[in-house]
T-cell receptor, first 116, second 114 residues
Framework: EAGVAQSPRYKIIEKRQSVAFWCNPISGHATLYWYQQILGQGPKLLIQFQNNGVVDDSQLPKDRFSAERLKGVDSTLKIQPAKLEDSAVYLC??????????????FGPGTRLTVL | AQSVAQPEDQVNVAEGNPLTVKCTYSVSGNPYLFWYVQYPNRGLQFLLKYITGDNLVKGSYGFEAEFNKSQTSFHLKKPSALVSDSALYFCAVSPYSSASKIIFGSGTRLSIRP
């Protein structure tokens, strides 16, 4: 089966600019996650969707980050405006069910963002 | 608060030798525990998980992990290391009360020398 797709793979922008990332989860997976992975650290959950509803966005910096999953399938994550500390790899993951840890999460290759 | 500690930033092992990557956790109640591996320029891949039952869990690529409740540890092991095992390994925990919220450790880089 096809894996989680993300684009772009790399993005370089200047601070205060805007950027958007796209994720297409594995077909049939109800739950979609966005993580931020700063160099030298483990992934940190930004937002979790179940179908097109938000389950957890407690660690999403809502003054500059937004995400949507309008049709319960693919998702976009936006940063506006970007700061230097947003430089990181942004990972998208999906899991089959409504979010139970009984099912593992499948990760995409990530988007490496560099903010200059 | 829930947390995961991977005390070693890097582990170096000779090919053919056994390897251990350490992980300890802190979570209220019963934990769900995971190991993921990250190869260069690729996303994280699931290795294995502990939910309940047998404390020794077997996973992909010959890896296994042992859940030790008294020591709150979930160390990753492999009897004989391969050069291709060289990668970044992440331990993760999910509290029973919030089953889908996975907290990752900072990662351990495993380097297997020929």
């Amino acid at each position: 089966e096809a894996g989680v797709a993300q684009s772009p793979r790399y993005k370089i922008i200047e601070k205060r600019q805007s950027v958007a990332f796209w994720c297409n989860p594995i077909s049939g997976h109800a739950t979609l996650y966005w993580y931020q992975q700063i160099l030298g650290q483990g992934p940190k959950l930004l937002i979790q969707f179940q179908n097109n509803g938000v389950v957890d966005d407690s660690q999403l910096p809502k003054d500059r980050f937004s995400a949507e999953r309008l049709k319960g399938v693919d998702s976009t994550l936006k940063i506006q405006p970007a700061k230097l500390e947003d430089s990181a790899v942004y990972l998208c993951a999906s899991s089959l069910d409504v979010g139970s840890s009984y099912n593992e999460q499948f990760f995409g290759p990530g988007t490496r963002l560099t903010v200059l | 608060a829930q947390s995961v500690a991977q005390p070693e930033d890097q582990v170096n092992v000779a090919e053919g030798n056994p390897l251990t990557v350490k992980c300890t956790y802190s979570v209220s109640g019963n934990p769900y525990l995971f190991w993921y591996v990250q190869y260069p320029n690729r996303g994280l891949q699931f290795l294995l998980k502990y939910i309940t039952g047998d404390n020794l869990v077997k996973g992909s690529y010959g890896f296994e992990a042992e859940f030790n409740k008294s020591q709150t540890s979930f160390h990753l092991k492999k009897p004989s290391a391969l050069v291709s095992d060289s990668a970044l390994y992440f331990c993760a925990v999910s509290p029973y009360s919030s089953a889908s919220k996975i907290i990752f450790g900072s990662g351990t880089r495993l380097s297997i020398r020929p």
